[in-house]
Structure formats: C-alpha cells, structure tokens
C-alpha cells in the first residue's frame, strides 16, 4: 500500500466496550499495524443523553488493559483533534453552510409532529417511509418566516444516483440512491447526525481504511454521498461480519455476559480475549490457535477475513484462557491472581515479605492447571489462609468420621510428627504419605481422602503432596489433630482404632 494507513476506532460512550466493539477494535488495529499505519481513538458523543463521563475512561482504561494502543486520538492527543465529537460541532457546521452555498443542503423547519405525520401517511400507503422533500425548494422569504418560529434542522440534497460500495471484504454493493430520501445532517439543536459527523471527521482525520460492523452497510452509501459532495476522497471501507451467539441469532445480553467488564472481573486474560477475538472472523489459514497480538498482526490481512457471521461461544474463550493461565510464569500469574486473593483478605503488598510472595506464588502454581478463570482462585485456595480449618464440607466430614479415616488420620500424624522441617517439600512428603498408606492396609484413596479432608476441608483439590508442602508441618499437623478430635468427639465407640 502505498499511502499511510490511518484507521480509527469511533466508539460512543455508553459504558465498557462491548465484544463486538473490541472485535471491531482488534481488527482495525491488526490491520493499522500490519501496514505500519496509524490507529486513532475517536470519542462519538454527540449523542449527548446516551454519553456518561464515567465512560469516556472506561473506554481507554478497557483498551489500555486489552494491550492495544493507539497513536492518535482521545486521552493522547494528535494533530486532527479534538478527538470528541461534541468539541468540534464548529467543524461540522463550517461544513454544513458548505453544501448549502453548493445547493447541496438545504434548512429544513419541518417539526417531529409534522414528520411523523408524513411517516405514518407513507407506512399507511404501504410505502418506505422517507422525508417528502417539503423543504426542499423554500424560497427566501419562506426562510426568513419560518426563522421566526423555530431553529432549522439541515438536510442533504441526496442526489438520485447509484452509489456502489466496493467493500474490501464484500466485494460490490449497489446502492439506489432513489431509495434514500434527504437526510438530516445537522440536527436543529446543533448537533451534527452520525452519517454526516463520521464524514467530516475521518476526512479531517485523513482516515484511509473504515473497517467497522456490517450493520454500518446500509449508512455507507449516504456516506458516500456525501464525500462527493464535499469534494473529499472517499476511503475504502471493509465491513465485518456481526457476531452471532450460539443459537445463531446476533450477539446480544441475552446470550450472557458481552460486555469487557464481566470478563475482566472474572479473571479471564487480555492475551486470551483478544486472541479469541482476532479468530472471530479471522483464521491464519493453518491449526494454529495460540497466537499473540504481535504474531498475528504480522499475518493479518483483509483478505482473510470470513464474510459470514461468526459465533463466540464462551466455551471457547474459556479453552483459550486455561491455555493462557497454563503458559504464565509462576510471578505473572501471581500478579494478576493478586487481585482475586485480595478477595480473601490476602495483602496485595507485598514488596516487603518475600517469604509470603513464594508461599502465595506456591498456591496460585498448585491450582494453575485447573483453573478456567481467575475468580476461581480464591476459592480453590481459601484453605490455605487461616491456622485452622474453619469447617469442613459434607463429604469431608464422612470421610473423617469413620473408623478407617480415623486411622488414617492417627498413622499420618505419627508419621508426619518425626519428618525433619528440611525435609518438608513435595517429593519427601509423596514417600512418607506412601509410608501412611503401607501402615493402614486399606488402598489409597482410603487413606489419603480422610487426611485430604482433614486439611482442606474437602474432598476435591490440588494435588496433596503441595498442599502439605504449604501448609508446613505444624500447620499440618495441627490440622490433623483437629480432624481427628472432630472425629472422636462423635465416635466415642469406634471399635477399630
Ligand atoms: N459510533 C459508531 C459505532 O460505534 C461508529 C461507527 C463507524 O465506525 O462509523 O457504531
């Protein structure tokens, strides 16, 4: 490509960005930096009761963690700014007088009560209902009249010609401009329309390439027209497939969670997320799946993305993100657990107690291959926290109260007892539980499911091996105690021990 490419991501504020916005994101990005072209961040708040300032940050904050960054635009400034819609209202209206001096725009007075009649007068003659042109041909006089009353809205002169999209991923639409009555372009509140704005901007933006939604196509050729009108370089535009949900219909709350916020919260990865994104209408043409941004920018092209709709199935973003908490280093992946184990009153600071960062790192590696999410942390891991067992679970309480858990329990505390502190890691404590078992006579799973339960709590968990390591000795033996002395407060006959 010869010229720069210059894409822009226009989301509007209306809260955290959504996966279908991300995905529109991600592409543009991929496409920006495969090219070594430029990515712009514009804000679209002209819609100013739908606009919360809490989300103009939320955007930014969203994509930050996302890991995609953008040259130009909101919250870093550029050359083309203000990169705000409703700081520039100026512009548009420079542009608007424009295509009026041309004849190409014309005032319109025209109130809501009066269009709605002629939409309901066009749907009763079973008729797409479209502006009339009432205000198309108002004289002078007319104008200054009708000044008095009220603030005009301005309409485009749509010209009654066929516009042809080349999308560069759907090949040719024709458009009948016949079909299109004149549009408004500047609302009588001084607001500029989205169609007319988005022209206006990425004109201004020098934008080279529009890749958005497809539910933008039916805006595109209203756009087109108006670049002609304006004399301006129509850029190429490529519009992505929507994003259906698992029953086929477009990607909406009712299938779930679809906003960035919940996958944040529930301790999916940025890494995860955006690789599945990338293949939500993106292959690289071979089996390859775990690929990271870098790797897939340098292979993503327009040409292999899918023209048909795509389906995002959580089940999916749930296999890329174990595989991603799977290849994190044991310090990554207790950085970003820390914020799940601060949800057990574990300190986040922990620059000071270098002990406490291996003891956690420890835990968080234990259940590092059984995790989907990061939210399931703390609670595979709460039993770690605390001198005692708080309360064991139904299942766990069989298992120690019966007169061959009891036994366990009293070999592995004798067992355990004698073991030397240095010589408490994994693999010593794999050969003395193997010790226990010798003693008891009964198979494994009997012997070592009561001391699994006396020390979690449980009868489901990390291999136990690691939780005695970590637990320590004292604190395992204590434990045990308390099991048993549980145990023998409602056994008082076991005829076994
Ligand atoms: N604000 C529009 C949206 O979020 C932008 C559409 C466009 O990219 O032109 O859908």
Redesign the pocket.
């Known amino acids: 490509m010869e010229e720069k490419v210059r894409v822009r991501f226009?989301?509007?504020p209306t809260g955290h960005l959504h996966i279908g916005?991300i995905r529109t994101f991600l592409f543009n990005w991929l496409f920006a930096r495969h090219y070594n072209g430029e990515v712009i961040l514009r804000i679209?708040d002209t819609d100013v009761t739908r606009s919360q300032d809490e989300a103009y940050d939320a955007i930014v904050d969203d994509l930050r963690w996302l890991g995609l960054d953008w040259d130009e635009g909101y919250s870093v400034g550029g050359l083309y700014g203000p990169y705000r819609q409703s700081e520039r209202l100026d512009l548009y209206r420079k542009y608007a007088e424009d295509l009026i001096s041309k004849g190409d725009a014309y005032l319109c007075f025209c109130t809501p009560e009066e269009l709605e009649e002629e939409r309901t007068a066009y749907l009763a003659k079973g008729r797409m209902p479209r502006y009339s042109g009432k205000c198309r041909n108002l004289t002078a006089d007319d104008i200054a009249r009708l000044s008095k009353e009220r603030t005009p809205a301005i309409r485009f002169r749509v010209p009654r010609e066929t516009i042809v999209l080349n999308d560069i991923i759907r090949g040719e639409i024709p458009f009948d401009g016949s079909g299109i009555g004149d549009f408004v372009i500047m609302r009588s509140d001084g607001f500029p329309t989205?169609n007319f704005a988005?022209v206006v901007d990425d004109a201004e933006m020098k934008v080279t390439h529009?890749i958005?939604?497809d539910e933008?196509i039916s805006n595109t050729p209203r756009q087109i027209m108006l670049y002609k009108a304006l004399g301006l370089p129509v850029p190429k535009f490529g519009h992505v497939a929507m994003i259906l949900g698992t029953d086929k219909t477009k990607l909406s709350k009712r299938h779930g969670a679809t906003s960035l916020s919940y996958y944040r919260e529930a301790g999916y990865l940025p890494e995860a997320i955006v690789n599945y994104l990338a293949f939500l209408g993106w292959t690289p043409g071979d089996t390859r799946e775990i690929m990271g941004l870098q790797e897939i920018a340098a292979e993503f092209t327009l040409d292999r993305v899918s023209k048909s709709p795509s389906m995002f199935d959580p089940k999916r973003l749930d296999w890329f993100n174990s595989q991603y908490i799977r290849a994190c280093d044991p310090d990554k992946l207790l950085d970003i657990a820390l914020p799940f184990l601060s949800r057990l009153g574990v300190s986040t600071d922990l620059h000071a107690d270098i002990e406490e960062r291996e003891r956690l790192k420890k835990i968080v590696v234990l259940v590092q291959d059984s995790i989907t999410r990061l939210s399931e942390i703390p609670d595979e891991v709460s039993f770690f926290f605390g001198d005692t067992v708080k309360q064991w679970d139904g299942s766990a309480e069989k298992w120690i109260k019966n007169p061959t858990g009891e036994r366990a329990l009293g070999e592995f505390i004798d067992v355990f007892s004698g073991i030397e502190d240095a010589e408490f890691d994994a693999e010593q404590i794999q050969a003395y539980l193997k010790t226990v078992i010798d003693r008891v006579q009964v198979g494994t799973r009997k012997v070592l499911m009561p001391i699994r339960a006396a020390l979690t709590g449980r009868t489901k968990g990390p291999e136990l091996q690691g939780v005695i390591e970590i637990l320590g000795k004292e604190r395992t033996i204590k434990r045990a105690h308390d099991a048993l002395q549980e145990a023998r407060r409602d056994y008082h006959d076991a005829t076994d021990l």
């Open positions: 226009a989301p509007a916005n679209e989205y988005v529009i958005r939604a933008h």
